[in-house]
């Protein structure tokens, strides 16, 4: 099955910083979404992005699929960013199956 | 509120006992899914039903067994509960296959 990779494992950075998070998997996708699951354990649906760029606020996202990666950018982090950031693709292939990866873990100190 | 809700929110039951959780959406999707996560939050699906038609099953043991009553209902029924079984079990929905899914807010299941 595709293999899904995340990088950063871990982030910790100051109140005000930026970050890129890092998705990189296998095989070609016809899927890719990046989920926050904040400290109280919800997952939040940020971005569906099979390709292209997106902009939500201080997040946005890019997918090059030609290339099989995908970035997350936050601006300006806030405390509120903390949590696991999980990107989940399904191959081509019409299987449907999303496959997550590990997760990158974000603290933001104030 | 629009929303994927889920009950229980909290289950500790001990080893061998069956239980349910139950899964409602009222976004008007069509397609529902049930997920794992382990205690390392590594999220797996177990299984998904569109349009109240099973079209994933993962390797998921036969004790685990889903039932959708309608497009808004997705419920988990797991028998003879083992230790292994405790985790995580978040509840999702999307408007069809290939879209964004909206998750629930997880049901913590501890069996002892």
């Known amino acids: 099955g595709i293999q899904v990779e995340q990088s950063p494992p871990d982030l910790i950075l100051q109140e005000g910083a930026n970050s890129t998070l890092r998705c990189n998997f296998s095989d070609s996708v016809n899927n890719l979404q990046w989920f926050h699951q904040n400290p109280w354990g919800q997952l939040i649906n940020l971005f569906y992005?099979?390709?292209g760029t997106k902009q939500n606020g201080r997040l946005s996202a890019t997918t090059v699929a030609t290339e099989r990666y995908s970035l997350l950018y936050i601006s300006s982090s806030q405390t509120t960013d903390s949590g696991v950031y999980f990107c989940?693709?399904?191959?081509?292939?019409?299987?449907?199956?999303?496959?997550f990866g590990r997760g990158t873990s974000l603290i933001v100190h104030p | 509120d629009t929303a994927v809700s889920q009950t229980p929110k909290y289950l500790v039951t001990q080893m061998g006992n069956d239980k349910s959780i139950k899964c409602e959406q009222n976004?008007?999707?069509?397609?529902m899914y049930w997920y794992k996560q382990d205690s390392k939050k590594f999220l797996k699906i177990m299984f998904s039903?569109?349009?109240?038609?099973?079209?994933i099953n993962e390797t998921v043991p036969n004790r685990f067994s889903p039932k959708s009553p309608d497009k808004a209902h997705l419920n988990l029924h797991i028998n003879s509960l083992e230790l292994g079984d405790s985790a995580v079990y978040f509840c999702?929905?999307?408007?069809?296959?290939?879209?964004?899914?909206?998750f629930g807010p997880g049901t913590r299941l501890t069996v002892t």
């Open positions: 999702a929905s999307s408007q069809g296959v290939q879209r964004g899914q909206y």
């Open positions: 976004l008007g999707h069509d397609t």
């Open positions: 992005i099979p390709s």
């Open positions: 039903y569109n349009n109240k038609e099973l079209i």
């Open positions: 989940a693709v399904e191959e081509t292939g019409g299987s449907y199956i999303p496959t």
